[in-house]
């Protein structure tokens, strides 16, 4: 069983900088993959970012790819996802999701934070 809880949301202006960690319970933490969602009203979850267990490969949406970075301290049990030029299409909440098995769709995940809201103003 793994519990994520994510902070770091907020509110700033486009252009701006926020960065969401996703912290983890569990001794095992280091042996899942993490991925990052994103949910607007209206629209499918969409994935984010993603990052191996194993390797530490990370993958990106087309949409955020140069902007965002993911990464994980499993010394720590926390994964962040570092997020620069951030325009009012970023606003959205943010979720976490650990799964044994690295995945893109959201419905592969098996575990999931609260979520967290991002705002991004004009």
């Given at each position: 069983q793994v519990q994520l809880v994510e902070s770091g949301g907020g509110w700033v202006q486009a252009g701006g900088s926020?960065?969401?960690?996703?912290?983890?319970?569990?001794?095992?933490?280091?042996?899942?993959?993490?991925?990052?969602?994103?949910?607007?009203?209206?629209?499918?979850?969409?994935?984010?970012?993603?990052?191996?267990?194993?390797?530490?490969?990370?993958?990106?949406?087309?949409?955020?790819?140069?902007?965002?970075?993911?990464?994980?301290?499993?010394?720590?049990?926390?994964?962040?996802?570092?997020?620069?030029?951030?325009?009012?299409?970023?606003?959205?909440?943010?979720?976490?999701?650990?799964?044994?098995?690295?995945?893109?769709?959201?419905?592969?995940?098996?575990?999931?934070?609260?979520?967290?809201?991002?705002?991004?103003?004009?």
């Amino acid at each position: 069983q793994v519990q994520l809880v994510e902070s770091g949301g907020g509110w700033v202006q486009a252009g701006g900088s926020l960065r969401l960690s996703c912290a983890a319970s569990g001794r095992t933490f280091g042996r899942y993959g993490v991925g990052w969602f994103r949910l607007t009203a209206g629209k499918e979850r969409e994935f984010v970012a993603a990052i191996r267990s194993s390797t530490g490969t990370t993958y990106y949406s087309d949409s955020v790819k140069g902007r965002f970075t993911i990464s994980r301290d499993n010394t720590k049990n926390t994964v962040f996802l570092q997020m620069n030029g951030l325009k009012p299409e970023d606003t959205a909440v943010y979720y976490c999701a650990a799964n044994e098995r690295f995945a893109y769709a959201w419905t592969e995940y098996d575990y999931w934070g609260q979520g967290t809201q991002v705002t991004v103003s004009s």
